[in-house]
Structure formats: structure tokens, C-alpha cells
């Protein structure tokens, strides 16, 4: 089997001849180590967006940024304590929004420092910005990266979080969102109505679109998503998304790297496909392996490398993949490089990810 091959094939709950690597593509570096590794089955999972984001964006690139019909959007930079900022502004007929971005230097990762939503009046200017949002279709565009890709890995359609997500991460301040929601819910519920509204749009498209697999870097953590906001609010979300894939010949992929324990029951019940990036307690989750095994047994899970391993000797590491891979027992996964990955160790855990066998480990490898 090729990488892509066995990545399409744990990602559809098959077993492959092999268990796969996968690592995204923003901690991709071209070089020997890399070839090496992607020789020895580490696959390229590019996610990249399918129809255009809803606006305003998350990360500014040319493929997320979507028009807004009689609407301006800029940037311009500014430096606060030798960090540079990335201030956004968005423009309409009904007022202006702002935002401040910083990028974390090792993982490219952008850190809101202050969020386009600061009061309740902003809801009103956010909502036109979301009804008219115009979606590119980028059918072209993904053809041409699955061509260029090839059997190294997997083009992920990736689309916008979901309308709670969306606004706990990227829109508000998480702790006035909060305090919103439990005291005056209704602008915030019409806004999530009207993104969820513009996000099953976004979703035909992109169900018509050449991608195998539809990703959704949900981010939900228990902490800030506890059960009952789950249900209310994500599941719903969830449970339409995956049955719409399903019908669509699909895979629903979602990405939950927090503390999940106690959304378990809810996340089992929900027709997500793929459970990506967990991660166990030693990332900050809290549930283990074995028992995410337990909780969701018709699921697949793609568990994070966790970084803590990047200063590890080879045995540990070797040693961890090899009870990772015990303990699914025969049961589809794929590990993956997705989360806080030290780049600074990129030759080092790929060069000992490439001497993995894991033949070895069934024939009783120590």
C-alpha cells in the first residue's frame, strides 16, 4: 500500500498493511531526514480549505479569505514589548471591527490578543459580516494539490469550526463570551444561528468537492465545552455534519485535542468518524488510551505524538509507539505530529520514527 493508501484506510476504520505517520503539513520541512521518514510511511495530511472561510478569518492566507459584500478588510502591523502585532480591521455599512493578532515564532500559530467581538453592540456588525460572506469555490485549487501530493498523503477539506467553537476561539473573549451566555444568551444564539445557517452552505460545496476526508479543527475541550454547552450547542452540529458526510461517502473528521472525559458518552454517541489529534493526559487531556479505546469503539483515533517525547531517548519513544500500538490491538490508527511538535527536534524524532517497524512489534520486538 502507499502512505495515502494506508492513511485513507485508517481513516475509513480498515486496517492497513501498516500503521501510518501523519504529520500536517505546516511542520512539513523538505530535506533527507524527511524523505527518509516519508520512505519509511510518514504521510502529509494538508488540510486546506475546499470553499473559502467564513469571514472574517482565522489565518490569513489566499485560499480562507472569503469577500464580504460592500465591505473592506486591512492589516496592518504595530510592535508591543518587541512582539508584532497583527491588527485587523473589517469595514462595513453597519461599523467596524478589530482584531489583534500575534503568531507564535515556533509553530506559526496565531494567539488572539484582542478579539473582533468586545461588546454586545458588536454582534450586530459581526452578523452582516457573516450573512454576507461570498464562498469560493477552490474545486480547482484541490484538485491540483491531490495531483501534486500524490501517494504521499491526504488532502483534507477543511472547514470552519463550529458556531460555538467559532466564537469561544476566534471571536470573543472567552470569558465575556461566557458570561454572555449564561446571563444574555439571545445575540449570541441568533449570531451562532445564522453562522450555522452559513456553514451548512459552506458544507454542500464542499461535499462536492474532490476531497476523501472533511476536517474540522474543532479544538473542544471540556474546560470551556462542559457537557451540557456540548449537547445544546456542538452535538446537534456534529450529528447533521457527519450524517450529511455519510450520505456523501465522507469521512467526518474532527479535531479534539482537549480534555474529553466528560463529553465521552456525547462524543460516542455523534457521527464523527475520526477522533483527531487526541491527546492523553501527559498533553493535557484526561482520559487515557485504553480508555478512549473503551469509550468510543466503532470511532477511529488518531492520537497526538505528544511533544514531551521531543527530549526523550530512542527507547522511550520507541517504547511508548510500541505499547500505543499493543494496545490497539489490531484496531485502525494513525499517529500524528499535530500538536506543539518541537521543531527544533524535527531530524531527531523523524529519524527514529523512520527506523519504526512495526512487524517488528507483532512479532514480539522489544
Given at each position: ?7 485513507l484506510s485508517v481513516y ?72 508584532v502585532m497583527e491588527n ?110 452559513r456553514l451548512d452552505e ?165
Amino acid at each position: 500500500m502507499t502512505i495515502r493508501e494506508r492513511i485513507l484506510s485508517v481513516y475509513c476504520n480498515q486496517m492497513p498493511d501498516s500503521i501510518p505517520f501523519g504529520i500536517y503539513n505546516r511542520y512539513h520541512r523538505v530535506g533527507f531526514i524527511e524523505r527518509l521518514a516519508r520512505n519509511s510511511g510518514l504521510g502529509i495530511l494538508d488540510f486546506y480549505p475546499a470553499v473559502s472561510m467564513l469571514s472574517p478569518p482565522w489565518h490569513v492566507q489566499p485560499a480562507y479569505i472569503s469577500e464580504v459584500k460592500n465591505s473592506s478588510f486591512n492589516i496592518s502591523f504595530s510592535w508591543h514589548a518587541g512582539k508584532v502585532m497583527e491588527n485587523r480591521t473589517i469595514e462595513t455599512p453597519v461599523g467596524k471591527l478589530t482584531q489583534q493578532i500575534t503568531k507564535d515564532p515556533s509553530y506559526g500559530s496565531d494567539w488572539v490578543e484582542q478579539p473582533y467581538i468586545k461588546s454586545l453592540e458588536d454582534y450586530k456588525i459581526m452578523q452582516y459580516i457573516i450573512e454576507n460572506t461570498v464562498f469560493t469555490d477552490h474545486e480547482k485549487a484541490i484538485r491540483q494539490r491531490i495531483k501534486d501530493m500524490g501517494s504521499d498523503g491526504v488532502v483534507l477539506g477543511r472547514i470552519d469550526r463550529s458556531p460555538y467553537q467559532k466564537l469561544l476561539i476566534e471571536l470573543v473573549n472567552p470569558e465575556k463570551f461566557l458570561i454572555y451566555l449564561y446571563t444574555n444568551p439571545g445575540p449570541l444564539e441568533e449570531l451562532m444561528q445564522t453562522i450555522a445557517f452559513r456553514l451548512d452552505e459552506q458544507l454542500e460545496m464542499v461535499l462536492n468537492s474532490s476531497v476523501d476526508v472533511i476536517w474540522q479543527p474543532d479544538n473542544v475541550t471540556s474546560d470551556m465545552t462542559p457537557p451540557e454547552i456540548f449537547l445544546k450547542y456542538c452535538y446537534p452540529i456534529y450529528k447533521k455534519n457527519g450524517n450529511k458526510c455519510k450520505q456523501s461517502g465522507k469521512v467526518y473528521s474532527v479535531h479534539m485535542d482537549g480534555k474529553t472525559r466528560a463529553l465521552s458518552a456525547l462524543i460516542n454517541e455523534s457521527p464523527i468518524d475520526v477522533i483527531e489529534s487526541f491527546s492523553m493526559p501527559m498533553m493535557g487531556g484526561d482520559v487515557t488510551l485504553n480508555e478512549a479505546l473503551d469509550f468510543w469503539p466503532g470511532k477511529v483515533i488518531c492520537p497526538n505524538f505528544p511533544a514531551s517525547l521531543c527530549k526523550a531517548d530512542e527507547k522511550e519513544i520507541v517504547d511508548y509507539i510500541r505499547n500505543m500500538f499493543l494496545s490497539f490491538n489490531n484496531r485502525p490508527f494513525m499517529i500524528q505530529l499535530s500538536e506543539d511538535f518541537n521543531i527544533d527536534k524535527y531530524d531527531y524524532i523523524l529519524g527514529i520514527l523512520s527506523r519504526i517497524n512495526f512487524h517488528e512489534f507483532e512479532n514480539g520486538w522489544i
